[in-house]
């Protein structure tokens, strides 16, 4: 079983950076991903790193944003840079067994986080 806790959302301006972190619980050799949702829309992709390090992204955060895992494997990131008003949303961590290259869809992953607010005002 494993378990994931978002932290590091916020309120910040157009143009402006946010780093997301994911505490996972369980073994390591998962692919983990970040979606989001607006209010309204439903969940997207917005990037995924697989066990060996592929890295997938959404053409909407491609060059701004970047998914990274910590040392120990077991913490997850997304540094958000050049932020935009249409960045805003309820991002999700979440997990699935570890493939080659991650999925895109939100119906391959296994297991989610309860979310973390990110607000971009401009």
């Known amino acids: 079983q494993v378990q994931l806790m978002e932290s590091g959302g916020g309120l910040v301006q157009a143009g402006g950076s946010l780093r997301l972190s994911c505490a996972a619980s369980?073994?390591?050799?998962?692919?983990m991903g970040w979606f989001r949702q607006a209010p309204g829309k439903e969940r997207e992709f917005v990037a995924a790193?697989?066990?060996?390090?592929?890295?997938v992204y959404a053409d909407s955060v491609k060059g701004r944003f970047t998914i990274s895992r910590g040392n120990a494997r077991n913490t997850l990131y997304l540094q958000m840079n050049s932020l935009k008003p249409e960045d805003t949303a309820v991002y999700y961590c979440?997990?699935?067994?570890?493939?080659?290259?991650?999925?895109?869809?939100?119906?391959?992953?296994?297991?989610w986080g309860q979310g973390t607010q990110v607000t971009v005002s401009s």
């Open positions: 790193i697989s066990g060996g390090g592929i890295t």
């Open positions: 369980g073994p390591s050799i998962y692919t």
């Open positions: 979440a997990a699935m067994r570890s493939v080659t290259t991650p999925p895109r869809a939100a119906r391959d992953y296994d297991y």
